[in-house]
């Protein structure tokens, strides 16, 4: 087998509400589960999907912790060598498409208006799929690409019509008087996996199970102490506690891809194809998904 | 790309905001720091804002930009004219303060009025020293397209770059790059010759050729 | 009338004052045309400046300044961006016709036998050349007031005779008050109504010829003339490196 | 944030990486400017390949310098380095272009050699636009933060910012902002302070003063 | 010894061919003094700047060059971030040791007279004071080959004597070969051991005065080859104008 690395990369995303992933890390479980191995874990901060993929792309990072699914998708489909290894939560409640209190109130009405959010992601798809289910298609709003941090900034500027949010802005909107036209819930299933660097899987499998081991550890502190994995998350992303309490039953961090997160994926896939964003299909099952040989 | 024309209408239209952002930072840097060289009172109010703004990073500003000039058009070219102010600003300044004084003195003795004297010795004195800081910006006004239109751009080489980036499409971000890289070239040798040719004392950029 | 009135300039030069130009009085009637001669260091150049109003005393004042002067600088100071013609051209105000500015330069390049070289570039010039093309910059425009500082130092002997008889002819037709400058001892007294002598920043005698012009330089009363404001030069005690 | 000492924490870090990237763009800067200045043959070869990249939008190369220089601190100060190059490069290659050739000839027939030509002669002589590059370069050291820290940043006012911006902490931002504005400030001023007492005869940037 | 074959130097001005130099061929022994002399634009400066290696001639070669070469430009060409000593001291080799190069600097302050301007900077000279330091400059390294361009023309006649002198004690102590470039006939005569003419590029005549040093002024001797060598030049038919 290749010899051990001294190190590995494990991207640090806190947001939108990345409750495990800030409890591994502040109770220092990915640490204890490498040190004995005497390799040391560095948690750099890549928010953005693209920056995951491209940093696995170049082998700076073995492990993307958190990857939205249209990024692992589009990642995969364009030959960088990544695999889902589990998934990381489910949380349709967190995307929403939101708009001011004076604001277009259904999605019908947003035909013609404009509407602003990151072109390519589960956002986007969920406006899509929203639009659909009325018989419309994206055409039919004027959808400008901006980050959620730019969406947020245009919406309470009056500056568009609607915005798809997630997290700390979509909170930011409500407390300054916005609305919610619709979350994801029953449009899409948005979901957000753990990805590996291909090759690093191949090498040490050791390793990615050690670090599934630790991300277990974290949803058991979650399971057994919830009011304490909320205050350290709620701390971590600078939320008041309610804000916390109100987003807590929004996810499902449960790590096994089931049938049904499959299905998911493959409508995510279908989403980006038919949007033109992606050329090439992959087998989602055989080509992203991998299992951690034991 | 080439063959349906997108990759044209990216370039035009990229092209015509890097002009404009640039043109409209040269026309207030320029005409700003020849005033405030001349006028010590409003320099001394004026400055500390300027080297303020000066190191502030534009992508912190893109919400405010976003707040004061909207989504459209106008904050595109303000990221650009932004970045492009400052290398005009400063070379005009420096280039102001390196001209021979006594050259300024001959147009004094002569009667020349403030204005007469920055147009016919001031600025084609200082020409060398402003003609860097217009290349300094010239070259800005591209590397600040990808940042302008990072924000509700459907167009644009930047737009193309960065929507290739979040598509894992490294061939098409190469494509936006050579293509920033040759036309940014062009832009600036042909800004270059026009301007050795309406000013045709210039140095040549040639070296010290000691 | 040109006058000045108790001019002094004090130079700050590292702390320590250094007083280029001490209480001068001298008055110059419209039309007057004055030499002035000293060593080196001794304040001429610093004189004319005042005059001109290129800075302020440290005290005293000039009264009487015309509106439009010549200044011929010690240095050439031309225009590196422009052509020999659009230098001496410089001077000249924007609202005359095109014609006359066009003729005015054609005439000072002739005058200072520099019209093949109208279109050449400074940097294409000899030293001579140079200060010639200032001098036609200065005279172009007409000015009532001709501040020249050594504008003939080099050049040949030859030019500067034509160029020191074309001056006075200059001077007689149209009567600016003229200042001028010059080491040459010869020249102060060919030129000059009267001599003014400076020293270490004072003004230390005027020696008045009496001669009518055009003046004929192997005149023997030139001569005397000559003599007398030389020996007075050469008594002058201050050494300028003495005086600080 | 500033009971807590992350605020300096931050600062700390991002002015050790302006500086640093800052400081190698100098020290690679000026001595390419002077030699390429002194030698056309590789002038002729190296310029073009400048010229492009000096156009190209450092956003768009990130993923580039992660692939070549990983997601640690040299692809930050990659980012820093890049945007701080140009402006002295050309600042340094105008102000050698208007070198008194009347000097180099001193030196010249003083038998000095190329070396002392530049040392002693060409480099004070270009100092002032040098300056001008330099100033200008420092501000976009700041300028580049944000890009620079955008990447596999834990710390730094840039990582500052976008996290604000990512969290919708506006107080957060604009603390930020105003820190690099105040902290650039006094950067610059430094730097020139300490230029006019290395070199007392730079023109104090006090305009023409016609 | 230094010698001139052929040497020829052609400009292009705006197409236009401009001689300033035309096929010279000269000879100046190591240590001898030549003054030169010629009208304005006759090609003079360029002589020197061809001997120096400055620029290369169109044609013909310079032979001979000795490898420490002093020259004092037509202009001071003060290096204006350099303090008068420091410019003094500019051309002194840095391998000298601290001391004999102080020793220089003060000796040569001291002898052009400049020594309270030590610490000045050239901006706070006058015109003939930065003359002077521009000749200081060029005489601190002991050159074997001196090249004077009209090194005296900004100064008062006081101070243009005591320097002649000066050069002549110098060249007769050290012998380095001088080529002096001066507009004053009086001048050329007092210091050459021969005076060449220059016309419109050409070498046209060379006059030799046979008289032993050091010179007075008002020997009638030298009277008499001034007014030979004046008469020449004002014969001189070319006037650069009417050349090109
Ligand atoms: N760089 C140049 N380009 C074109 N012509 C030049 C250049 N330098 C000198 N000349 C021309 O060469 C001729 C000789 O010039 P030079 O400077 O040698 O004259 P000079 O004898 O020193 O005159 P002066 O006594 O006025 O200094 C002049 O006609 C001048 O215009
Ligand atoms: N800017 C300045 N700062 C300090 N001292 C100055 C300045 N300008 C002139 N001086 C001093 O003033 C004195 C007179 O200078 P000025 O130029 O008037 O002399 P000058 O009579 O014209 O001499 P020259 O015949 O050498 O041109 C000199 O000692 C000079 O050093
Ligand atoms: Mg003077
Ligand atoms: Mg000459």
Redesign the pocket.
Known sequence: APARPRSIRVTYVTAPFNVPLIVMRANGYLQEAFAPLDIAVETPVITSGAAQFQAIAAGAIDIASVLGDTSAIIGRANGVDLKVIGAFSRSPRAFAIMTRADGPDSIEALRGRTVGGPKGTTLNQLLAAALAARRMRLADVNYLNMDLAAARAALLAGQIDAATLAGADAMAVTAAGGRIITTAEGVTSPMSVIAVRGAFLAEHPDLVRRYLGAHARALAFLRDQPARALDIAAAEQKLSPEDARTMWPWYDFSPAISAADLRNLEACQHFLVSAGMLQKTIDIEKDLLASVPA | MLADGTLVRHTAVSLARAMAGFLLAVMVALPLAVLLSLAPRPRRLLEPLLEFLRQIPPLALIPLLVLWLGIGEAQKLGVVALTCFFPVFLGTLGGLAQVDRKLVEVGRVCGLAQSALVSRIILPAAMPSIVTGLRISLGFSWRALVGAELIAASEGLGYLIVDAQNMARTDVVLVGVVVIGLLGMLVDRLTRMALHRAMPWLPRDGGADA | MLELAGLSMRYDMGGRPVSALDAIDLACPAGSLTTVVGRSGCGKTTLLRLIAGLQRPSAGEVRGRPDRIGYVFQEPRLMPWLKVHENVAFGLSQSLPATTRHARVSEMLEQVGLTA?AD?YP?????????RVAIARALAPQPDLLLMDEPFA???AFTRRSLQAELVQLWQQRRPTVLFITHDVEEAVLLGERVVQFSAGRLVGTHGVDLPYPRDPTDPDLLHHRRAVLARLLQDPHSQDARP
Request: net charge negative; charged share 5%.
């Open positions: 070289f050449a940097s294409a010039l000899s030293g001579g050349m140079a200060s080099a050049l040949d």
